[in-house]
């Protein structure tokens, strides 16, 4: 078996983004992670190639909130004044 594998288990993906296999599920199911279903029996794979966009994805996505939403220090404020 390839050190490197090119599709990952459900269970796979979330220990790499140290998350719950509930979560990974839900992301696949809402489209937000492309997966592919195998099997008579449901078996979930996502390529690895999926998985790195999806993070970068993530990345961006939280970039801009973090640029929409700057975080404001309440107690710095408050000495301001």
Not at 22 to 47: D, F, N, T
């Amino acid at each position: 078996m390839a050190d490197d594998p090119r599709f990952l288990t459900l269970a796979d993906v979330a220990e790499v983004l140290n998350t719950s296999g509930a979560q990974v599920y839900a992301l696949v199911r809402r489209g937000e992670l492309p997966a592919i279903k195998i099997g008579g029996r449901g078996q979930w794979r996502v390529e690895r190639v999926q998985l790195e966009e999806f993070i970068q994805r993530m990345y961006a996505e939280t970039r801009t909130f973090v640029d929409q939403h700057p975080f404001v220090d309440a107690e710095a404020e408050s000495s301001d004044s």
